[in-house]
């Protein structure tokens, strides 16, 4: 159920008592145009940079996403579990390595995309890849003089 938090308590006191609820805000997901403009600046910036997407991705993931820092037992392997992530350190008293883990941008909400948006044109720009969208191109159009 969805709604606001008055209505949501209502609810829940005539829930069934024996059920566990998680209550979380909800966030307005990254959309489509967000994400088709993001994969494009980031094909035509590794392509720039000669580089293998997946790294410019996660780089991009690094600096300009949203991470974690957990704590995690060094018999198991990360990668099992974490797509993006860097070890950090290592605790060898606790047997436990430090690991910083990297949202990935398909698990992002809006507000986290536009910032690794902004980071990508930010990296594009820096290496002078056009990263204009589609509205400010249309404005660019309409913007120039007429010369008859």
């Not at 209550?23 to 392509?47: I, P």
């Not at 430090?98 to 909400?109: F, H, L, N, R």
Request: glycine share 6%; aromatic share 10%; proline share 5%.
């Amino acid at each position: 159920m969805r709604g606001r938090p008055f209505e949501l308590m209502a609810w829940l006191r005539e829930a069934d008592p024996d059920k566990t609820y998680e209550v979380k805000e909800v966030r307005k997901s990254r959309s489509l145009t967000q994400n088709a403009y993001y994969w494009s600046m980031l094909g035509q910036l590794a392509a720039k940079l000669n580089m293998p997407e997946s790294e410019v991705h996660l780089g991009m993931l690094r600096e300009w996403g949203v991470s974690q820092v957990v704590s995690v037992d060094d018999r198991v392997p990360c990668g099992d579990y974490f797509r993006y992530f860097d070890i950090a350190g290592h605790d060898p008293l606790m047997e436990r390595n430090i690991v910083k883990v990297y949202k990935g941008s398909s698990q992002m909400d809006s507000a986290e995309f536009s910032r690794l948006i902004n980071g990508m044109r930010e990296e594009c720009e820096a290496q002078g890849i056009d990263v204009a969208t589609p509205e400010e191109i249309a404005k660019m159009r309409f913007a120039e003089p007429d010369r008859r």
